[in-house]
């Protein structure tokens, strides 16, 4: 079955640096876009970035454009957020997803916490 699992979050300082990633398996990986989405305590969760299926295409969310990049390694099957800049309202759980044979898969996420 798909399975989405995340790393690489935990505890940065403003304007420190992040990187996550998120080991897909269960499905032909280079087949489908993939997303990272975003949830902070009592908000909507929300889309962060997300990559097409080579990385020629790749859009970002307002308020991480220049901060965050989003990258995939097919071969590795395995989708990155490096995240650089961060500030304390980046502070929320993220999630990898991708949406495959009709289904929306989520991972069970990375919590990231900016604080001083």
Sequence with gaps: QVQLVESGGGLVQPGGSLRLSCSASG???S???M????????KEREMVA???RFGSSRNYADSV???FTISRDNAKNTV?????SLKPEDTATYYCNT???TI????????????S
């Design 80 to 84: 990155y957020l490096q995240m650089n």
């Design 31 to 33: 087949s489908v876009p």
């Design 35 to 42: 997303n990272w989405y975003r949830q902070a305590p009592g």
């Design 65 to 67: 454009k220049g901060r």
């Design 50 to 52: 997300r990559i097409g």
């Design 99 to 101: 949406y495959y044979n």
């Design 104 to 115: 929306n898969h989520w991972g069970s996420g990375t919590l990231v916490t900016v604080s």
């Design 27 to 29: 499905f032909t990986f």
